[in-house]
């Protein structure tokens, strides 16, 4: 039988089993070219997602095959969601091969901030894992914006040579968004669902000697917030525009909400000053994330009664009441001045002046991650 492949996941196609991956009618089959598979085609025309039978290490696997026989790689970054996007299994793979590190969104971050500010992170980040990358490229899905400039820096360190580059990066991060940008047409196809693209899918940019393949993304092993509620509430995290911040000055014993997700409660900070005493003081940050989630202020006592009325909008009805059912845990974690305390898949805090000593309410095996400041010195 010819061998087809659908254009949009990459997956073999087939007609004889219509509940397995890479279906198409047999007549679309032997009749027409270029082909979706009756999900992809649900997916782009409906918005309409099927369960796949694929499991992560199954995505890990097609990358892995795909990495070996690139050039070089193009990691994607979200750097929004950083820490939900700079995994383990992503970072062995900068180790090995040579790499432009791609960082998504940028257009969202704050105006005061710098791409060289931005870049000198990066590049510590990537440091302090033993990693040294050929370049990084500002980029936005959204906006098209850094779209050329990738094509530019594989050009320059590839001159006058056929090229094979591999882009990967965790599941929703805007892989096949960018490389549709690449290519020049939306031919992969793209959604707000995780595991769209199940296998690799090789395609030449157009007046270049660059072929370019978009793997399946990866799951991560610790998990991000957005992950544990429903798709379309997980996109209500994502910036649709500028990032929201608001800073604040806590005092012991007060509680900051991430909406109805988390929340810490500000424990005794003080300061040994010039005289060797210890003195009290306030703790500011500032606190980022996607306008539709509420920062709230509290008492301790209030904090279930907030969470079981319809104070926050986010969760509701029976979405809330899964979301509730997890393992929620709570630790206590110091966060210095110029530090970040970030909950994957869902934002950050930026201490401004600190020590800031909290205990931390988050729901199990979510990732939370204390770290340098992108915004360092920032008021």
Known sequence: MISKKCTGCGMELQFEDEKKEGYVPEEKFIMEGDLLCQRCFK????????????????????????????????????IIDFEGSFTEEILDYLRDYRSIVLVNKTDLLPGFVHPT???????????????????????????????????????????????KAVVLGVSNVGKSSVINLLLGK???????????TLKSINNKI???????????????????LSDMISVETGLKLVPAGEISRKTFKLEEGQVFMFDAFCWFKVKKNNIVNKTEEETG????FSAYSSKNVKFHLTKEERVKELLEGDFFELLKGEEKKKYF???????????????DLVISGLGWINVKRGPLTIELTVPKGVKTVVRPSIFKGKK
Do not use: H, M, Q
Not at 120 to 141: G, Q, T
Not at 186 to 196: A, E, L, R
Not at 206 to 217: A, H, K, L
Not at 281 to 284: F, L, S
């Open 281 to 284: 003081y306030k703790p500011i």
């Open 186 to 196: 939306n031919k992969i196809t793209t959604s707000k669902y995780s595991g769209t």
């Open 325 to 339: 059912e997890n393992e929620f845990v709570t630790f206590k974690t110091t966060v210095k001045e110029n530090e």
């Open 43 to 78: 997916i782009k025309n409906y918005g309409k997602n099927s369960v796949n039978n694929f499991k992560s290490e199954d995505y890990s696997k097609e990358v892995l095959n795909s990495v070996k026989k690139s050039d070089i790689i193009l990691p994607i970054f979200d």
């Open 117 to 163: 500010e931005i870049a000198d992170w990066i590049k510590d980040r990537l440091a302090e894992e033993d990693i040294v990358s050929e370049n990084i490229a500002f980029i936005s899905a959204k906006s098209k914006y850094g779209i050329n400039g990738v094509i530019r820096k594989i050009k320059s360190i590839f001159p006058d040579k056929k090229v």
């Open 206 to 224: 157009p007046d270049t000697n660059i072929t370019i393949t978009d793997t399946p993304g990866l799951i991560p092993k610790e998990k991000r």
